[in-house]
């Protein structure tokens, strides 16, 4: 199996300081300033590779997956309310959140891409800023089904369409495809290229100490949330690399469906949740998500998803 | 201690996403001087809120206020149907303005 | 005024490291609502404390809160015999709760 | 609420910029306690301040000390000529200081 | 004409965030940052290019075109006041604000002669920083004249000199000039040079939140600040390109001294005339100087100087 | 002699920002940044190196050259007691710092190498790291001996081993190693490796605006604290270049341990200093360290302690 990627290494030495207790912090201004620097760079590099397709080709190919993204949420609410025991509303909200994506799951996966020398297609980060309106719009339909008390809406759609997930994955790819287009990619790329790998290796030291302060809002559903963090993901990946391979896309590209499909957001998500579900608990689906699900992917999870990709691209 | 002025002293917490609706209303009053403080912390009917919470931004604007008893009672009337909405605070105790500082209440 | 009611107002200072820790005993007492802020600097019997000093980051943690006075003698008691340890200070106060919010006291 | 000793709690407001002096004058008049916040925001008689304005910063400090009213007394009066050019404001109000803590004040 | 340099479309994307009231926010401490880092690459980048000229040679021709720069607060200040109905004082601010320049602004044209292969001579940085002096000087004196009160000079001069703005670029102009002199530009030209536009790129995205946040402050004149926004900067660029071409600047140094006559400050100078002039309105001249002529600088300005620069540079 | 670095004139630049009182400001959040970077920087590079020597061979030596530092803060201290007539607490504490080691002044040797091609063995990086530990644990020892209340003993060995400093510099240790282990150094280096004098660069910038804010700290005390910071660092090094020799190291391992044991800590001392030897003034440790020893050593120290490195190495 494929080594594992020093850059990962980084999230380790964060929960490491977590569980130490050591003094080192990771200051708020820098955790969102890498933040803003990944995502643009997601995008920008999604975008530049985009320049070289045919839109207008890719397009259905990329809406199709969206809508069965909405397939997550819907597997997974009632194994959560039925085998997990969680309330109408914390069975939506996880569900929403295993339904949407990790932009930075995704960027470590992109990572694995690059250390093998493989790539995928670059309308993939289009795809994961999509994926994230039937995965929310779907949970908030099954956490509030029939519940009293109005959903907002217009306040919910507003926070995913312009939240700073997908604004600034969606202007990264509009600046990348603009800049492949007249050629003009070089000198952003020393920035949003080259560094990108060095900026992720300091954003996991700090969702390693952010995950390790989040493991204990679990605990009460510890086994049950262990588990199904572990294969769930490991399903929906599976379902993922299947529609990858049917779509005749690339291995890597095969891969990075699946990885998208596996991943679970802990920002976006969250955020949307409180307004559109403020019943739920979010310590729970952060804490499944951040202290269970993400760590599994980057370390054993991306791996497994290539070798599914390998499986399913030998078979159609 | 003499040279004082006898005023009332409001001090009000709010959401911070409210501080410009806040900051209309005592204009709208008319009031001549306040002083906030952003990223507050608390606890409170709708519970607990951390400014050092990077998955929820939810914090707190404190305001405080001196201003003249007349003043302060109108600023309750104008404030109090909103204060539902607003949830947090509105506090009102005595204070002594030392004179000195334009009288900016 | 009127539609207020008398409360006592707590205003407690401490280092913010100790922050969680008074957050505890406030919740084992059952209150209700309190706002803090953090990176307060200050001086007192332990010399002074500045938040900008980037080789020592000692800073304060100020806390307040308005109860009933049934609950802040709760409170004093519980927090008493921890103020020599946590230093800093802790004053009391009167003052009127607007009501209006959610009574989160 | 018995085991307090009461005192005189000074609130004051100036130009952040000022803070160095205005602890030069605390210092002075032998003052053993206070608290201060930086990056308020506020409303005076010369205009509004606001911490998150990136073209202009201006900002507020806040200082609270507890004391003894004679302190108090000797404060206001080296501080009065000052609060002129100072702006801002300084209120005196009363309060409890919670036996426990090293008696900083 | 030349293409829309890819870098500029984040300063829209940061408006679109404005008007779309997203939540992304730049942390204000990586706005400093950015700010910090922009400064010293923009003089490092000069310095190191000043290292091939002989300096005394130049000096002559860098002065005289510092002083003429007095000239545009002058034609500027007859205009604001007749014509737009200023009061003196928020004439003379104005005046100042269009006679000092735009280091972002700076930092565009020079990406665009990127664009195009071209470059200009390294001792215009210099001429950027010293052309605040007399700008800012020029706008206090016909501001004040006759007025009450008496200007603080000294405190004035401190401000210009030992700003941020001025101190980072001087800075890093005479580290770039010695690194150039004792070859040993390398490891810092990896941050300084090769990191520029990414960094430029995240400098607009916020510059572009701001702007949106101040055009409302304009409204009142709206239509007169908006004209005197475009038409100014298009006669001072215009004068400029004259010049550089006179002094037989290279076409991309002809160019950038047009694009340092057109542009115009909305950092160095607020906080210069905050001291100089404060009965002066500063929301007006920032919302004009940002909320119009900046944006009309980057996008049609640049190019049309450049057009200008080759004009002139064909005549003489 | 050598040429100065350009990346120390920035050191400079931060003092003069200081004296003139210039509005300068480096965030907070981007000097923690800064520092952050740095030290997983240094431990990056070291463990990239590190991969190409065999562990077991070289720890024997590496553990020698730490236990022989704890022979500087032994020095010192008899001559801040008797000679600069400090207090006993003052005296072990000072001597703590001064037997400790700064990351900076180590980066600074670092670059210094660089720009003469040369290198140094890369497991001196867990030297520094390793050092700290006898300088403190001495200094300490020297600072409490006989006196009252009990000494924190398991609070400063947690804060010496989990602080900030030692644990991101083994960390990149850890992972450097690694990355070179399995040959995945590459996108990392675009970081880690080529920033690094960048970000040196601005971390001077503020060490330089900090010490001009500490050396009135030292004014009771300045002439002797000015000797002392000066010929003490000098001796050392010259014991350091010595030892470097003895063990064979390479000239530039050589100079690099003169470095280490020549300079002193400002940030990590501090920090231990205030937990185990509560009564001695930090103001004056610092103040020396930070005000007239690392100046000192970037400016005039390192290039000294290469000759002796040369001297020495020639000897043996
Ligand atoms: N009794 C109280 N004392 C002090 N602060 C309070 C109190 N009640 C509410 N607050 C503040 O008001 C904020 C909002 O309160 P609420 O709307 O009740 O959730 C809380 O987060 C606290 O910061
Ligand atoms: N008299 C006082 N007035 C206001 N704040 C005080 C007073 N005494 C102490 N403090 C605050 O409490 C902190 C810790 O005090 P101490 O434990 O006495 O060093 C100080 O840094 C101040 O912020
Ligand atoms: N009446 C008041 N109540 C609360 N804060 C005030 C009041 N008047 C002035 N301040 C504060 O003092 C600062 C300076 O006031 P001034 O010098 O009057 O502009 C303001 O920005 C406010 O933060
Ligand atoms: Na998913
Ligand atoms: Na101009
Ligand atoms: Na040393």
């Known amino acids: 199996m494929a080594t594992i990627q020093p850059v990962v290494i980084f999230f380790i030495l964060g929960v490491l300081a977590g569980v130490l207790k050591s003094d080192l912090k990771i200051p708020e201004a820098l955790y969102k300033s890498l933040s803003i620097f990944l995502l643009i760079a997601i995008g920008f590099k999604g975008g530049v590779s985009m320049a070289k397709y045919e839109i207008t080709e890719v397009l259905p190919i990329a809406l199709s997956m969206v809508v069965l993204a909405a397939l997550v949420p819907l597997t997974a609410y009632p194994i959560l309310k039925k085998l997990g025991k969680f309330s109408q509303a914390d069975s939506g909200a996880i569900a929403a959140h295993y339904g949407s994506v990790s932009a930075v799951t995704f960027a470590v996966g992109i990572a694995f891409l690059d250390g093998i020398k493989e790539t995928s297609e670059g309308y993939m980060v289009l795809i994961m800023a999509l994926m994230e309106i039937p995965a929310l719009v779907t949970g908030t339909v099954l956490a509030r089904r029939g519940a009293g008390g109005e959903t907002q809406w217009g306040k919910l759609m507003h926070e995913i369409l312009t939240g700073t997930s997908i604004f600034l994955m969606v202007g990264g790819v509009i600046v990348g495809y603009y800049a492949g287009i007249v050629k003009l990619v070089s000198p952003l790329d020393k920035m949003f290229m080259d560094l990108f790998m060095g900026v992720l290796a300091l954003f996991l030291l700090e969702m390693g100490l952010l995950a390790s302060a989040r493991l204990s809002a679990i605990r009460a559903k510890g086994p049950f949330l262990l588990g199904f963090g572990i294969l769930f993901p490991l399903t929906a990946g599976f379902f993922g690399a299947f529609l990858g391979a049917i779509f005749q896309l690339s291995l890597g590209g095969t891969m990075m469906l699946a990885v998208l499909y596996a991943s679970c957001s802990y920002i976006a998500a969250p955020a949307a949740m409180r307004i559109a579900v403020p019943e739920a608990d979010p310590a729970v689906s952060i804490g499944a998500s951040l202290g269970v699900t993400f760590p599994f992917n980057i370390f054993i999870g991306v791996p497994i998803y290539f070798e599914m990709a390998k499986f399913f691209k030998a078979m159609f | ?105």
Chains 1, 5, 6 share one sequence.
């Open chain 2, 1 to 105: 201690m003499n040279a004082t002025i006898t005023l009332k002293r409001l001090e009000i917490v709010i959401d911070e996403e409210k501080l410009e609706e806040l900051i209309n209303i005592l204009n709208d009053v008319g009031v001549r001087g306040y002083t906030f403080i952003k990223q507050a912390g608390g606890l409170g009917s709708r519970g607990t809120r951390r400014p050092d919470d990077i998955f929820f931004e939810q914090t707190n604007a404190m305001f405080i206020l001196a201003c003249e008893e007349k003043q302060a009672e109108r600023l309750v009337t104008a404030l109090r149907p909103r204060l539902k909405e607003f949830g947090g605070m509105c506090l009102i105790s005595d204070c002594e303005w030392v004179i000195g500082p334009a009288a900016s209440y």
